[in-house]
């Protein structure tokens, strides 16, 4: 039987890395080639990606890995969804923005004035989140750049441009922008309602198809796979579920929390749970709620840092988890004003005294408070998600960087009262590396295929409650 290697970009929103994955019928193993930090940064008009430094990363790591996997098949890209850069004549205009800049807020209200939330809804069966695209193009018609540009890329399309000179948008990912229509093609109708040209979006291409070659490791040219170039699709496709019904939380700066449906949910009580209808690899539909994810606990340890730089994470995860139950309160992780980047624990603890809760008195107690605030908005969501499609979900699959983090899972599995299944932690690169390998011709199946290689290789931990 073939086996066979190819990498997989992952960039995450505080770090990327280039991946192998060696894949057989039943072989899958990840080998580390390259980590990088992405760090963004900040201009006087706003926030910004490091987008030329995660390129050359990005094609630092592909050369290397094709030197250690000599052969290599396939190279594909994901990152997180909705940001993208603007380009005229093939050229980028500008920096591309980082979601978490405020700019969005006057997009919000330009486009609400043509087309409310319920409106968009019934277009695009989105959660309302105040930077997809479609708000994000909006403040940049009101700057003025829009008027200038000719196409519109999403940034791991944007990278895939330029390793291969073609330009594609993927259709996981452009499942994000609030232009797609829940089937999946476009929606030139909202498009028109909102002003936005047509040819400023290129043609769709689905995960598995290819969008050229690249010339990054000079010995070979590589083929460029679409991937689920959008993060939490890749992440998705690689849960180990075996069973028929279940829940997964996509862990990491945010927790994406849903389940997998073959058809979209676009009732008006879908839309005010905040709950999403993204395209999944294969044609299926992520529905899922973003819940604000370690982003709380990665922002507080930072903040704390700036004036304490012994603080280290695996030291208060320690003492959060003897932290008593019921003694510290939950909050509302949903809430706004903890999007922007900034000192969360100030933050929460205005949120509680807004309300008349007791503020956590230690950097402990915060971090306890925090992870039972996420496990309370997982068990939430959970059940919310089972009472808008009609389906019961027995065990909960925690994939990602949070699944390494034994606390939260205990903490979920206590929640949601259902078992939880953690791993595997490099869900996304894994989802990436098997839609690479199936369209390759390693591995052969659909999604349960996959997903059973995926369990049959990896290394998962089961945590009940109690
Ligand atoms: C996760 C993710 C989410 C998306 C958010 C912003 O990394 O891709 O799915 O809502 O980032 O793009």
Redesign the pocket.
Known sequence: TAHGSVAAVDL??SGGRVMLGHVGEHELRLETVARFENEPVRTPDGLHWNILELYRRLREGVAEAAIRAPGLLSVGIDS????YGLLRAGTLLGVPYH?RDSRTADGVRDVHAVAGPEELYRHNGLQH?P?NTLFQLAADRRTGLLDVADRVLLLPDLLAYWLTGVQVAERTNAS?TGLLDPGGAWNQALMEQLDLDRSLFPTLVSPGDTIGETDAHDEHRIRVTAAGS???ASAVAAVPAAEESFAYISC???S?VGVELDEPVLSEESRAAGFTNELGVDGRIRYLH?VTGLWLLSESVAHWRRSDPTVELSTLLAQAADVPPGRVPVFDTDDERFLPPGDMPTRIAAWLSERDLPVPGTRAEFVRCILESLADAYARTITTAEKLTGRSVPVVHVVGGGSRNTLLCRLTAERTGRPVIAGPVEATATGNVLVQARAAGLIHGGLDELRSLVRRTQNLKTHLPS
């Not at 997180?80 to 940001?83: E, F, G, K, Q, T």
Request: without cysteine; charged residues 10%; hydrophobic residues 45%.
């Open positions: 995450g929103a997180w969804a909705v940001d979601y989140l930077f994000t959008h993060d939490t990491g700066t945010w994406l973003n």
